[in-house]
């Protein structure tokens, strides 16, 4: 991702975020949500399965993250496409 996206990417996901999808009532829930079921999940795995599925969920958000950066430099070079039509 060059400089340019890399900023705008960095201030959508850092501020505007925040400000928008942080407080929507739909995150809130969710996030509550996935709390809960982590709590679950540590009253009955044992800290080996807990480190194995830790590690899953470390390489996961690592391939979510670079779909997601995907997604956004698509997003962007269509926002180009379209702003030259």
Do not use: N, P
């Not at 999808?21 to 009253?43: G, T």
């Not at 996961?60 to 993250?65: D, I, K, N, T, W």
């Amino acid at each position: 991702m060059d400089e340019y996206l890399k900023c705008l990417y960095c201030y959508i996901i850092d501020s505007h975020r925040a400000d928008t999808l942080l407080h929507s009532l739909e995150y809130q829930v969710r996030s509550q949500s996935a709390f809960r079921a982590w709590e679950r999940l540590e009253d009955e795995l044992s800290q080996a399965q807990l480190t194995a599925v830790d590690e899953y969920m470390s390489e996961y958000a690592q391939l979510s993250g670079l779909e997601k950066d995907w997604i956004f430099q698509e997003g962007v070079a269509l926002g180009r496409w379209l702003a030259q039509s």
